[in-house]
């Protein structure tokens, strides 16, 4: 089943505690419809999507609750731009993890509370999709590094929720190729 009732509770107390505070007149969810908005499974058209898009922003959270959010941009080889993302199956998000800043919060975070919240934003189609699941980190292996060949490590995400969002509020922006794509200055 890929909806989001095969969970024994789908919205928890704060949620509902919160529907309840403030209701939306358009929007009702309960256990009964979530099911309706939050899948556990994005299809490989989607994943497809997503490896395309130039970034995506993931919240990691360390045992004792500190958060952190982090950017997440995609690299260029020679042969122009890797994917953002790898979805081998309908429940599986794989990025890679590449040098940074050498602090590893989010990797450090992920081995203590495996729990992560991915937003990835089309500026330039104003959509929005929210991934939530399990993650785990995993030395880059031969397929990986097939990808993403400066990878250090990847994460693999087991989808828990999956679901779009209206346009409302997304601003309309371009990207701008010659920021993000180091080769396109030569």
């Known amino acids: 089943m890929d909806t989001f009732k095969e969970f024994d509770s789908p919205l928890h ?9 403030y209701p939306n007149p358009v929007y ?14 994005i299809s490989l058209s989607i994943g497809q999507y997503l490896a395309r898009l130039p970034f995506f922003f993931i919240a990691t959270s360390s045992p004792e609750g500190f958060c952190d959010a982090s950017f997440r941009g995609r690299e260029y080889g020679a042969a122009g731009p890797q994917p953002l993302v790898w979805v081998p199956d309908p429940q599986t998000v794989i990025f890679p993890d590449f040098q940074g800043n050498g602090l590893y919060q989010s990797l450090g975070n992920i081995l203590g509370n495996p729990q992560i919240g991915m937003l990835f934003m089309d500026f ?3 959509s929005r999709m929210r991934i939530n699941g399990r993650a785990e980190v995993q030395d880059a292996d031969d397929a990986v590094r097939e990808k993403w060949p400066s990878a250090q490590a990847f994460v693999k995400v087991t989808i828990q929720q999956a679901y779009g969002n209206c346009q409302a509020r997304i601003p309309r922006l371009v990207v701008d190729q010659s920021s993000v794509d180091p080769l396109s200055h030569s």
């Not at 107390?13 to 505070?21: D, L, N």
């Not at 009702?28 to 499974?41: A, K, L, V």
């Open 13 to 21: 107390a704060g949620e509902r505690e919160m529907a309840s505070r």
């Open 124 to 126: 330039e189609r104003q």
């Open 28 to 41: 009702q969810w309960g256990d009964d419809n979530i099911g309706q908005m939050i899948r556990t499974r």
